[in-house]
């Protein structure tokens, strides 16, 4: 019980220390001026959204756990001694961002998923925090019925935490409000510019840049806007959108009642 109190202080510590990092440079070197009701609006929504995730992450756990179990875990099982294990590694990480690619994609596509989605690209500031900004159920439906990793391949306890590690640095910090003149290299990982033009307003940027961590992948499968080295267009959703405590519960209802009635006006017209 003390060990993880202990291990929960700890880890309370990291998050308060990497965000109050993540606001000094934002304040340095920042990409836009974000008014402190669009940075508590984020603050909100990842609040609630955290909080009804993890009360429902027990259930999305049962049935992941449940799917595994049926389709068999760890399809495939790398080699892990010697070298061995950084080759493993790469796979992993590619194979993951591979995914992530995919169901961000999906995410765009499909009705259903967008209108949670959007959630996320509600945010006219995009922050570090931004990056926590995902409607709650959104969360709770991929970790309970799209468990692909863990059916896929069987990962060792040390590979997982080096694979968060990994994408940590350029899937969270994407969203960071920090001016990262990365010049000819800005598509050799994600970064705050590359990522910007994803929630860009302006419809040219529209289903660009999806990649969660190589920006190859949007390349590849012509997703890719390669930004200007002065390109730091606006963000959020068109028109724009604030939260409050409600939207951050019900948000897609609203949003799939406004999708039908746009579908019938124009089966109508």
């Not at 606001?23 to 609630?48: C, Q, S, T």
């Not at 997982?160 to 990982?189: E, K, Q, S």
Request: aromatic share 14%.
């Amino acid at each position: 019980m003390q060990s993880d109190i202990a291990n929960a202080v700890f880890y309370a510590a990291v998050f308060l220390g990497i965000v109050y990092t993540s606001r000094i440079l934002e304040k340095r070197w920042p990409i836009a001026d974000v008014p402190y009701g669009e940075f508590r609006d984020d603050w909100l929504a990842v609040i609630v959204s955290l909080g009804l995730s993890s009360m429902l992450a027990p259930i999305a756990a049962i049935s992941a756990g449940k799917i595994a179990s049926y389709t068999g875990l760890g399809w495939i099982k790398l080699p892990t001694d010697g070298y061995w294990w950084y080759v493993s590694l790469a796979i992993i990480v590619v194979a993951f961002d591979l995914y992530k690619y995919a169901y961000h994609r999906l995410q765009h596509a499909i009705p259903f998923l967008w209108a949670m989605h959007s959630f996320h690209h509600s945010a006219n500031g995009v922050t570090f925090i931004t990056g926590g900004r995902h409607f709650w159920l959104e969360r709770v439906l991929s970790d309970a019925f799209l468990p692909i990793m863990a059916i896929l391949f069987r990962i060792p306890p040390d590979m997982v935490i080096a694979v968060g590690f990994i994408f940590f640095m350029p899937d969270a910090c994407a969203h960071l409000n920090v001016r990262i003149p990365l010049g000819r290299y800005v598509t050799w990982i994600n970064n705050p510019q590359w990522h910007r033009i994803h929630h860009s307003v302006l419809p040219e940027h529209r289903d660009k840049n999806f990649a969660a961590c190589f920006p190859l992948l949007d390349i590849l499968f012509g997703t890719a806007w390669i930004p200007k080295p002065d390109e730091y267009p606006a963000t959020g959703l068109v028109p724009a959108e604030r939260v409050d405590i409600i939207n951050s519960v019900i948000w897609p209802i609203r949003h799939l009642r406004h999708y039908w009635h746009r579908e019938s006006r124009n089966e109508l017209g």
